[in-house]
């Protein structure tokens, strides 16, 4: 099982890494899009989406690799038959529970640091 700073770690510079690359796509091809408002703004609201986007998938796929693993044989002959339906599931499930889950694991992590010695 990945543990809280691995999965925080990956999904965070995963978002980050997205972030520019989308955001830059808007930005630079925002007269090609005809979007109402300026290169920043572009920038800011593409660059979130294909970092939430992105960072959601690859938290959806850590989330189910780990749920997956105890399961019954059964369970996993059912999700690789209905593949579409468990992608579907795996990628909505990551991306709508990526920024909640991230704030999670970043307070149990600060919260089970102990404390620096002065």
Do not use: D, H
């Not at 099982?1 to 630079?28: D, H, P, Q, T």
């Not at 920038?43 to 693993?69: P, T, V």
């Not at 002959?77 to 990526?98: D, H, Y």
């Amino acid at each position: 099982m990945i543990n809280r700073k691995e999965y925080l770690i990956l999904s965070s510079v995963s978002f980050c890494f997205y972030f520019f690359v989308y955001g830059s796509l808007g930005a630079c091809n925002r007269e090609y899009l005809e979007l109402p408002f300026n290169g920043y703004v572009a920038f800011l609201i593409y660059g979130f989406g294909g970092g939430l986007l992105i960072g959601g998938i690859i938290s959806g796929m850590i989330l189910f690799a780990n749920i997956i693993k105890r399961q019954k044989l059964f369970i996993k002959i059912l999700a690789c038959v209905l593949f579409p339906i468990t992608l579907m599931l795996i990628f909505s499930g990551g991306i709508f529970s990526f920024i909640p889950y991230g704030i999670y694991n970043f307070i149990v992590m600060n919260r089970n640091q102990p404390p620096e010695a002065t």
